[in-house]
Each structure stands twice: as C-alpha cells, then as structure tokens.
C-alpha cells in the first residue's frame, strides 16, 4: 500500500473492556514497529516483529498487553481489561529491512479508556 | 532505559529566524540518531537522519551531531509558520527508537 494504514482511527473502551488495535504495513516491509505515545509526550516502544516473529516486546507495559503478526505482515495490539492509564496513542511504523532503516509511521489509533 | 533528553518548549520564533533545536542522548554506542516532525494529532514524520558526527544539511535544515558531547541539534533556517510543529529527537539503539519528548516550536508570522 501506499503507506501504513491503522484502524481503528479513534477508540473509546470502558475501562475493563477488551481492544485490538490492527495494523497494516507499507507491502513488503519486515519490520514492524508498536509505539505508545501519551499526551505531550514522545513515542515510547512498546514492541518489535521481524516478519511473524516477535523480537522484543521489552516496552509492554503489563501483561494484559498482547501482540501478534502470525502471517508476517498485519498487526493486531491487544489490550486486555482496559486501564485508564491505557489512554494514548498507539502508533504503528514498519521499516523495509531488518529493523536499521527508516521507519515510517501509521496515523495511530487514538484510545480512551473511561 | 535508554534516556533522550529535550527542552520541551515551547521555542517562538519570527517567520525567517533561524530556529534551533537541541537534543541530548544517554547511550554512548547509539550510531544513528533522528528529527522527526509532527503535527498535532498527527503521526511523527521524519525529517532528517544523521550518523556522523558532523553537519548534514537538507534545504532548510541542518543537523548537527557530537557523539563526544552526546548532543545533536537541529537547525532550521528561514522559518515558516508551515514549520510550527513539536519535533522529535530520536536515537536508535539496535532497531529500536527512543524518543524525548519533543520540543513545541511555534513560528510567528
């Protein structure tokens, strides 16, 4: 595609609920990257694919937070009984190679957790 | 935790200054290091990318790096209001990005 693609683009949960955020990559990309980004604040990593495999998930906040990309392309976040300390943007890059290149951001996903 | 470190702003300028942006990093073995623009509500875009200690200027902006100093700078001349965005310092560590917490400029007309 022509760029990264997230949906969906706004989220409100109650807190409890479950969510799944998805990405799509730019076609062709291995790398895919999730970030978390709370208000006035700069991106955080949250975790890192290459292909299907997941190399590092360092950056989940808690174990209620899941991600997969079983086919090595689309990417789901899972967050598991919503916090409200969850509220923020989830943000999506891929990156052609192996993960040193440029990495090029989706539009994110904006959530809130009531 | 790999720490990068901005002034949060925010930095005022007037249309046609030179606005400077500065960014400090903790991580000595960091290689390449990132400016990334955005807009409010919208997703970080990458601006400039700089490995070398050094000045590597595109058009308008000119980043500066100092791996000695663990510093890299951002220089934008000729300001346009269009320019009015927080921008992103960011260092790669292996493949993984760390942000600061980006730096609010905002060019007056």
């Known amino acids: 595609g022509a760029g990264v693609s997230q949906s969906p683009r706004y989220k409100v949960a109650k807190r409890g609920q479950d969510v799944a955020l998805r990405c799509d990559p730019i076609s062709g990309h291995v790398s895919l990257f999730w970030y978390q980004q709370a208000l006035g604040q700069g991106p955080e990593f949250l975790t890192y694919f290459q292909n299907e495999a997941q190399l590092d998930k360092s950056g989940l906040p808690s174990d209620r937070f899941f991600a997969e990309r079983p086919e090595g392309s689309v990417s789901t976040l899972k967050i598991q009984r919503t916090q409200q300390e969850d509220s923020a943007v989830y943000l999506c890059?891929?990156?052609?190679?192996?993960?040193?290149?440029?990495?090029?951001f989706g539009p994110g996903t904006r959530l809130l957790v009531l | 935790q790999k720490e990068v470190e901005q002034n949060s702003g925010p930095l005022s300028v007037p249309e046609g200054a030179i606005a400077s942006l500065n960014c400090t990093y903790s991580?000595?073995?960091?290689?390449?290091f990132f400016w990334y623009r955005q807009y409010s509500g919208k997703s970080p875009e990458l601006i400039m990318s700089?490995?070398?200690?050094g000045d590597k200027e595109d058009g308008r902006f000119t980043a500066q790096l100092n791996k000695a100093s663990q510093y890299v700078s951002l220089l934008i001349r000729d300001s346009q209001p269009s320019d009015s965005a927080t921008y992103l310092c960011?260092?790669?560590?292996?493949?993984?990005?760390?942000f600061g917490t980006g730096t609010r400029l905002t060019v007056i007309p």
């Open positions: 700089i490995y070398s200690n």
């Open positions: 991580d000595r073995v960091s290689q390449s």
């Open positions: 890059a891929s990156s052609r190679g192996q993960g040193a290149e440029t990495q090029y």
């Open positions: 960011a260092v790669r560590s292996a493949v993984n990005l760390f």
